[in-house]
């Protein structure tokens, strides 16, 4: 993060997975736990950098998933009555947005989730729900993975996730991915079929992309439909993309931003900066026509 940082705060927003930063490898078709599993240290300028605590906190939560073993059952995280306090906030900030800027698919979701307000929910909870649901099941991760595995991963119904939640001194504000993203943003969606379908599709393209460029452009389309993708409902601008949905700030500041025709070539192409509200959207006609447009542009990619 840069200096930027204490305006930031202020305004609710976090910064999204940079999913085309790593260089393109096909050497590996099937990557294994230990590549799911490597840990970005803390930046000097992320807010719980000198948080001893917080610090050994994260790590006893990473350790989890160091350890997990694919298939089996999600051992608890051990969170602790500050780290339940900090999740009520956010949900008590983010929930009117919902109201207000959700589209009709995700806050149906919500509702069958029913996911907890006075506490974290435990990621083998919720994905026991996603699963019945959906199909898609989520597994823990340490931290941020190569994209290139995060987006395969998609391909076999796997969403890999993170557990721990953002440092309490920045309760609306997260420098990367934490547990409130992953559940109020992609687990909600993912319990959505139309949704989850739409992961699969880009995961299995991903798994046949041999260039470099090619990635880059699936992974952009990424960004601005699954992360930052908005509709049209009833004359009104409607968000299904997770980056937004999981941050009240996001879901205000979509309306000021450029509202771009559905153009996924177009998207494909555009450039993005994940440290800030994202100034172009690419807005679907409707939810209807956004699956099925996004669902013929991949598969024509097959």
Known sequence: MSNKTSVTLLLDHGDMRLVANDTFDTSDENPGVS???QVIQLDPDHPGFRDAEYRARRNSIARIALEYKPGTRIPDAPYTSREHELWQTIREAVRPEHRRHACADYLACMEKLDLPNDRIPQLS?????????????????AGLVSPRVFLESLADG???????????????????PDVVHELLGHAVTLASKRLADLNRQVGRV??????????ERLSRLYWFTIEFGVVRENEEIKAYGT????????????????LRPFD???????????????????????????????????????
Request: glycine share 4%; charged share 20%.
């Open 125 to 141: 909870e919720v994905s026991a729900k996603v699963e019945s649901l959906s199909g898609f099941r989520l597994e823990p991760v």
């Open 206 to 215: 991903v798994k046949l992309t041999r260039s470099q460029e090619a990635f």
């Open 264 to 302: 996924l070539e177009g998207a494909s192409r555009q450039e993005y900066d994940p440290t800030k509200f994202q100034p172009v959207l690419y807005c679907a006609p409707s939810f209807d026509q956004m699956y099925q447009q996004l669902t013929d542009y991949l598969v024509n990619l097959n």
């Open 35 to 37: 590549e799911r599993n």
């Open 243 to 258: 980056g937004l949905l999981s941050s009240a700030g996001e879901l205000q500041k979509m309306h000021s931003a450029d």
């Open 158 to 176: 796997v969403f890999l996730c993170t557990q721990y939640i953002r440092h309490h001194s920045t309760p609306l504000y997260t420098p990367e």
